[in-house]
């Protein structure tokens, strides 16, 4: 196998089957990054004098004709070469001789792979920003549009005070937004560039790493050269936290997705072409979508989990456990997206009953709204809440049909049936976008 750190010995074959791993695969995610990595280099190279201007011009063309066949598709790693960064070095010393091997100079696998790692994180964080803004404005928008719908609202699974479909999907909209405050964190320690640390204690090149910082877009460094080998794994982490949560969020609604449209229930429903049927019972329409939400969201916060065991106990510098983040990290990155990208699609396409409270199971729901009118007109809260208690009791308790609408049970606090705060909501989320 080509590597970049061959020195002229064998190494056994199945141990280098067992080091490399799934890296081959995965690193073809990272192809355009390290093209981007590469040039910022060359061009800082030229800069301080390890390249000439021919040099750089020819390295640059290279790797642009390499950046077309990564886009068009046809770019793949040989039998026999170990990753992306030798993949890409053997190319430029195919085409340019002498002068693609100069494009390692004042670098290292450590650093380039962290560059690439941090361009990939950038982009995923800004990927599923957007996605959690599609989400977030269809939530709001659906809040919007059902915030006259009361739907029971639930304490340990015991029904408890009237709600409605708009501050339900509210709560959603509005976590989402607290979501986007991690997400943002999670960027912000990507965002940070770790280019010319090399194996971790940097190098007697005079490297500029503010020039290649600002080459590939970065707002800051990572500036000690160790600290930029320890952000392996901690940026993982960070990322894994931020996209736990989010998948936290969505694990919940898909929970009561699930709930709701069960017949028991059937508060919500989904078209055909978003549920599925059973093989020998044709009334069934399973909320498959929503169940597999819930289920890769489980598989999504586990990530943070794996990829904080990973790097436990590990001294600074660089240690080949680190290769294993990436089979954590960007499966759950993808599931992410997914996950995402269906919720939207299920939320778009939800219908509710407007029926419920015509079901006498649910009168009950009204008894604090009752104790209340009552303590209104006088009485002392614990005896309207005995007298109301007794009356459910003893099954006489009513409640006028006429008042189980948003308007009449004056509910008029923020966060309330009455007042769902849907502006206040869409302000934290612009403050939250990064």
Not at 321 to 344: G, N, R, S, W, Y
Request: net charge neutral.
């Amino acid at each position: 196998m080509a590597t970049l750190w061959d020195k002229g010995g064998n190494f056994e074959e199945k141990a280098e089957k067992f080091t490399v791993g799934k890296d081959r695969e995965l690193d073809l995610k990272l192809a355009k990054y390290d093209i981007q990595g590469s040039k910022a280099h060359i061009a800082m190279l030229e800069k301080i004098g390890l390249l000439t201007t021919e040099e750089l011009s020819k390295l640059s063309d290279a790797l642009d004709g390499i950046l077309i066949d990564i886009e068009n598709g046809k770019f793949c790693l040989e039998d026999g070469v170990e990753d992306i960064h030798s993949q890409v070095e053997l190319l430029l010393t195919e085409k340019l001789g002498d002068t693609g091997k100069k494009i390692h100079s004042g670098r290292s696998r450590n650093d380039q792979v962290a560059v690439d790692l941090k361009l990939f994180f950038k982009d995923e964080c800004l990927k599923i920003r957007d996605e959690v803004l599609h989400l977030f404005k269809l939530l709001v928008k659906q809040s919007r549009k059902l915030k006259d719908v009361l739907m029971p609202g639930y304490t340990h699974f015991q029904t408890a005070m009237p709600s409605s479909f708009g501050l339900w999907l509210g709560a959603y909209a509005e976590s989402l937004a607290d979501d986007m405050v991690m997400l943002g964190a999670a960027y912000r320690i990507a965002d940070q560039n770790p280019l010319g640390s090399a194996a971790g204690y940097g190098n007697s090149f005079p490297l500029d790493r503010k020039l290649t910082a600002r080459l590939l877009g970065f707002s800051t460094l990572s500036f000690n050269s160790i600290y930029a080998q320890m952000g392996r794994g901690k940026t993982e982490r960070a990322i894994a936290a931020a996209i736990g949560q989010i998948a936290g969020t969505l694990n919940k609604l898909a929970q009561d997705c699930c709930l709701f449209s069960c017949p028991n229930f059937s508060f919500i429903s989904f078209p055909d072409s978003l549920t599925t049927g059973s093989s020998i019972m044709p009334h069934k329409k399973n909320p498959d979508v929503w169940e597999m939400i819930r289920g890769n969201c489980n598989l999504i916060s586990s990530c943070y989990g794996q990829t904080a065991l990973l790097t436990a106990n590990l001294p600074h510098g660089y240690h080949r456990d680190f290769q294993l983040l990436k089979e954590v990290i960007m499966p759950a990155l993808e599931k992410t997206h997914t996950c995402l990208q269906m919720a939207a699609l299920m939320i778009e396409n939800i219908k509710v009953s407007k029926d419920i409270f015509k079901n006498p199971l649910y009168s009950p729901i009204f008894t604090v709204e009752e104790v209340n009118q009552r303590v209104l007109a006088g009485q002392p809260f614990r005896q309207a809440y005995k007298e109301v208690a007794k009356e459910v009791a003893g099954k006489t308790f009513e409640f006028p049909k006429e008042k189980m609408n948003v308007k009449s049970l004056n509910h008029t606090h923020i966060g309330s049936i009455g007042d769902l705060a849907l502006k206040d909501i869409e302000k934290k989320m612009r403050l939250s976008v990064f």
